[in-house]
């Protein structure tokens, strides 16, 4: 499969605890993007990457949250100190100027469940 | 600010009727506006794009910036279409989307 993958499909942990999730882009994609989606509502932008650049950030994303992407490949996002309200799904999209330009393709998404 | 509302959560029709799902947006600018499809146990999929002007699975939608619309539409629903839409803007040269929240479209036999 050449899409873009996500580990783990499922996360549960006790709120405090914290919590890494990788994504791997599509192979040479530069373009990588976070987005949290919760029951009911369409997914929202939290950063995204271009290369190992992290170029934009949401409101969203508080200081517990942190994104990396350190060689431009796969990347991890880190929420510390877990709270309940940061149950949801993660999801990862990645894209390149390629042939449809700039598309963003998603990954499976990580669910995450704040006990 | 960016938005873009879909103003139905959830939409029901019988099989070969017309369907239409309606998406409004607001950006100030030019956006690129995309229609996203999320079929059962599915990742979310590009269906298709308005700079594409393309029918895929034959729906098709057109952008109307004087009423800031990109209603998704198709002349003869099939059981298959049973999915969730969401709609999305971004600017140009496709950084963040912006999603609606979604309309769950059930097709009926």
């Known amino acids: 499969d050449t899409g873009v993958s996500q580990n783990p499909r499922h996360k549960i942990t006790k709120r405090g605890q914290n919590v890494t999730f990788r994504c791997d882009p599509i192979s040479e994609h530069n373009r990588l993007y976070w987005y949290r989606q919760t029951l009911g509502q369409g997914p929202e932008f939290l950063t995204y990457?271009?290369?190992?650049?992290?170029?934009?950030k949401s409101r969203l994303l508080s200081d517990r949250f942190s994104a990396e992407r350190p060689k431009g490949s796969f990347s991890t996002l880190e929420i510390q100190r877990t709270e309940q309200g940061d149950s949801a799904m993660y999801l990862c999209a990645s894209s390149s100027p390629g042939a449809l330009y700039w598309v963003q393709y998603f990954g499976p998404g990580t669910r995450l469940t704040v006990t | 600010a960016q938005r873009v509302t879909q103003p139905e959560k959830l939409l029901s029709v019988f099989k070969g009727a017309p369907v239409e799902l309606k998406c409004n947006y607001s950006y100030s600018g030019s956006p690129e506006l995309f229609w996203y499809v999320q079929y059962s146990r599915q990742r979310l999929q590009l269906l298709l794009r308005?700079?594409s002007r393309e029918s895929i699975k034959g729906f098709t939608a057109d952008l109307n910036k004087g009423e800031t619309s990109f209603h998704l539409k198709k002349p003869f629903a099939q059981e298959e279409d049973s999915a969730m839409y969401y709609c999305?803007?971004?600017?140009?040269?496709?950084?963040?989307?912006?999603f609606g929240q979604g309309t769950r479209l059930t097709i009926n036999p």
């Open positions: 999305a803007l971004s600017g140009q040269g496709a950084q963040k989307l912006v």
């Open positions: 990457f271009q290369n190992e650049a992290q170029l934009e």
């Open positions: 308005h700079i």
